[in-house]
Every structure is written in structure tokens, then in C-alpha cells.
């Protein structure tokens, strides 16, 4: 059974690095093929993509929010990382980590989402 | 960016109406369209995967067309539980680029 979980803060004051974590189980970041994605939505609008790592840890990111956004990997703990430094209000979104089991968008399972909001 | 425009922003229809959310890319996709679901306060799902192909699970109302610029999703008999916002979201060209979304409601 597949499940991604987001975790970090609630609340982060502007300026601030916003740090998440999706920790998932039922596959693994080793096979071959194998990707996560992050994907945020501000309260009432669209959905967003922000990154993606790959199984070979190649990294891809949004060209609006480059701004220091990182993805990152832990494989042998099942977690992948989303760091966004200098965040903003306009950063308040519920971010959700998902699954791509097929490159580059076959998005097959998703975390219930965390909703971050920014403000002092 | 690919910019990924939906119509209409919002529809009514009632229980049993054919309904056509439309979708369109500012440049050439191919077939590289995902179609979503997303109700209330949940995470989106995927309904629809190169365009056209169901994915498994989802019901057979469900159905999507298109190649190039232009793409449909139409749910050929709506249903109480369909009631949720709709995205296509292309992935011919990274970054990856999502539609405005489409709100389904129950007349």
C-alpha cells in the first residue's frame, strides 16, 4: 500500500527557510523509474508545481520560484525534502508531496497536503 | 512556460447532464495532458492520463480528447459525487503547467 505523509510547520515568519517532509512507504526511492514530486496551493487558487528528484537524484525545478528552492532525498529513510528560503505570504499554500511512477507526470498517489502559513 | 487555459472557470449542471470542461495549451502538447480531480479539502487525483487514457479506477463516465492545443474532459452522465474542481495540467515541457481548474457544481 502506497501512502506520502507532509509534515514541518504550521506557521513560518517571513524571511524565514520554510522546511518540509514527505515521508512515504510502499515504494522505494532505489527502482528505477521511480520520482516525487512537490505541488503547493495558495487558499482558493490553483495548483502549483514546485520540483521533482528522481530515483537517479536528478533534480527539476519550477523556473517562477527558483529562488533557492531545493529538493532533496533520503532514500534508505523513504523521506524526500522541500527547502524554501526567504518565504513570503504569497508562500501560504497547502504543499502536498506525490508519487510520479512514470516520468515525468504520472501522478499516482498524493499526501493529504500541509497547509504553511506565512506571517509574522 | 506552457500557459494552460480551462473553460469555463465554474458550471452547474444537474444530476444526469453530459458535461465539457475544455482545456487549452499556448503551444503544441501533443497528447502530454493529465486531467485531475480534486474535491473539497482533498488532494487531487488523477483521472485522465495522456489525454485520453482512463485511469484505472475511475469510472467510465469519465472521458478525455484532444491532441495539439485543444483538450476535453466530459463526464457523460454527472454524478452527486462528481461535484469538485477539474485541472489539466500539461507535461510536455518542463515546468510542469496546470489549468486555472473548473468548478463542478449540482443544479
Request: charged share 20%; glycine share 8%.
Amino acid at each position: 500500500q502506497v501512502t506520502l505523509r507532509e509534515s514541518g510547520p504550521a506557521l513560518v515568519k517571513p524571511t524565514q527557510t520554510l522546511t518540509l517532509t514527505c515521508t512515504f512507504s510502499g515504494f522505494s526511492l532505489s527502482t528505477s523509474g521511480m520520482c516525487v514530486s512537490w505541488i503547493r496551493q495558495p487558499p482558493g487558487k490553483p495548483l502549483e508545481w514546485l520540483a521533482r528528484i528522481d530515483w537517479d537524484d536528478d533534480k527539476f525545478y519550477s523556473t517562477s520560484l527558483k529562488r533557492g528552492l531545493t529538493i532533496s532525498k533520503v532514500t534508505s529513510k523513504n523521506q524526500v525534502f522541500l527547502t524554501l528560503p526567504n518565504v513570503d505570504p504569497v508562500d501560504t499554500a497547502t504543499y502536498y508531496c506525490a508519487r510520479v511512477s512514470r516520468p515525468p507526470a504520472y501522478f499516482d498517489y498524493w499526501g493529504q497536503g500541509i497547509l504553511v502559513t506565512v506571517s509574522s | 512556460d506552457i500557459q494552460m487555459t480551462q473553460s469555463p472557470s465554474s458550471l452547474s449542471a444537474s444530476v444526469g447532464d453530459r458535461v465539457t470542461i475544455s482545456c487549452q495549451a499556448s503551444q503544441d502538447i501533443g497528447k502530454y495532458l493529465n486531467w485531475f480531480q480534486q474535491r473539497p479539502g482533498k488532494a487531487p487525483k488523477l483521472l485522465i492520463y495522456d489525454a485520453s487514457r482512463l485511469e484505472t479506477g475511475v469510472p467510465s463516465r469519465f472521458g478525455g480528447g484532444g491532441t495539439g492545443t485543444d483538450f476535453s474532459l466530459t463526464i457523460s452522465s454527472l454524478q452527486p459525487e462528481d461535484v469538485a474542481t477539474y485541472y489539466c495540467q500539461q507535461y510536455d515541457n518542463l515546468p510542469l503547467t496546470f489549468g486555472g481548474g473548473t468548478k463542478v457544481e449540482i443544479k
